[in-house]
C-alpha cells in the first residue's frame, strides 16, 4: 500500500515522495543480510586467528595433531616412569590426556586459546581432568628454552620431543620413524655438559 506524502506549500517545484512498505522491508533485509555478513565474518577470524598466527611468528611451529603412532612411541619412552609430565606445545592435548590416563600428573602449554579449551573439555570427558590440566603459554616469551630446562629440571627427569628435536641437545633414545619420531634426553646428560 502505498502513501503520498502531503506537498508542503513552499516546496512548490518538488515532487511528491511515496513510501512504499516494500522499499522500507527492502531496506531491512539489506541491513539484515549485512549483519550476517559482517558477524560470520568476525566469526572466522575469531575461530581462524590463533591458528594462523602462530605461522606469522619467527619462529613457526604450526598445530599438526599428534598421531596414534607418536603416542604410543612417547608412552613407550616413559614406560617405568612415574610422575609429572609437562608438554610444551600441547596442541589438541593428545599425549597429556595418554600420560594421564597411565598415571603421570600431567600439565600441557599452549598458544593456542581453543586448542587449551578443547583440551580441558576432552580430558574432562575422558574422566583425567583431575590428573590433565591446561593453560594458556607462551613459549617464545620464556627464556631459551633448552637453559630453561637445564637449570629447573630434577637429575632423574626425562624430556621428550616430538616431530621438533632440541637442536643443541644430543638424544640418549629415539623411537619411531618419519613424523612420529620421539627424541627422549635424560637430564643427567644435557646437565653434565654445563
Given at each position: 500500500?502505498?502513501?503520498?506524502?502531503?506537498?508542503?506549500?513552499?516546496?512548490?517545484?518538488i515532487?511528491?515522495?511515496?513510501?512504499?512498505?516494500?522499499?522500507?522491508?527492502?531496506k531491512?533485509c539489506?541491513?539484515?543480510?549485512?549483519?550476517?555478513i559482517?558477524?560470520?565474518?568476525?566469526?572466522?577470524?575469531?575461530?581462524?586467528?590463533?591458528?594462523?598466527?602462530?605461522?606469522?611468528?619467527?619462529?613457526?611451529?604450526?598445530?599438526?595433531?599428534?598421531?596414534s603412532k607418536?603416542?604410543?612411541n612417547?608412552?613407550?619412552?616413559?614406560?617405568?616412569r612415574?610422575?609429572?609430565?609437562?608438554?610444551?606445545?600441547?596442541?589438541?592435548?593428545?599425549?597429556?590426556?595418554?600420560?594421564?590416563?597411565?598415571?603421570?600428573?600431567?600439565?600441557?602449554?599452549?598458544?593456542?586459546?581453543?586448542?587449551?579449551?578443547?583440551s580441558?573439555?576432552?580430558?574432562?570427558?575422558?574422566?583425567?581432568?583431575?590428573?590433565?590440566?591446561?593453560?594458556?603459554?607462551?613459549?617464545?616469551?620464556?627464556?631459551?628454552?633448552?637453559e630453561?630446562?637445564?637449570?629447573?629440571?630434577?637429575?632423574?627427569?626425562?624430556?621428550?620431543?616430538?616431530?621438533?628435536?632440541?637442536?643443541?641437545?644430543?638424544?640418549?633414545?629415539s623411537?619411531?620413524?618419519?613424523?612420529d619420531?620421539?627424541?627422549?634426553?635424560?637430564?643427567?646428560?644435557?646437565?653434565?655438559?654445563?
Amino acid at each position: 500500500m502505498s502513501k503520498i506524502l502531503p506537498e508542503d506549500s513552499r516546496t512548490g517545484n518538488i515532487l511528491p515522495l511515496i513510501v512504499t512498505e516494500e522499499g522500507a522491508t527492502q531496506k531491512k533485509c539489506g541491513l539484515l543480510v549485512t549483519g550476517i555478513i559482517g558477524g560470520t565474518l568476525v566469526a572466522l577470524y575469531t575461530v581462524a586467528a590463533p591458528f594462523i598466527v602462530p605461522a606469522l611468528r619467527k619462529h613457526c611451529l604450526p598445530f599438526v595433531p599428534a598421531t596414534s603412532k607418536q603416542v604410543e612411541n612417547v608412552l613407550s619412552m616413559l614406560k617405568g616412569r612415574n610422575g609429572s609430565l609437562v608438554d610444551i606445545g600441547s596442541g589438541d592435548g593428545r599425549i597429556v590426556i595418554a600420560a594421564a590416563k597411565v598415571g603421570f600428573k600431567a600439565v600441557g602449554y599452549e598458544l593456542n586459546p581453543w586448542l587449551v579449551w578443547y583440551s580441558r573439555y576432552h580430558a574432562w570427558r575422558e574422566g583425567v581432568h583431575q590428573d590433565a590440566k591446561f593453560y594458556i603459554s607462551d613459549l617464545w616469551k620464556m627464556l631459551p628454552l633448552e637453559e630453561k630446562l637445564e637449570e629447573e629440571l630434577q637429575l632423574d627427569a626425562r624430556v621428550i620431543a616430538c616431530r621438533f628435536p632440541f637442536p643443541c641437545w644430543k638424544p640418549n633414545h629415539s623411537f619411531g620413524e618419519g613424523i612420529d619420531t620421539v627424541w627422549a634426553y635424560d637430564s643427567k646428560s644435557f646437565r653434565m655438559k654445563r
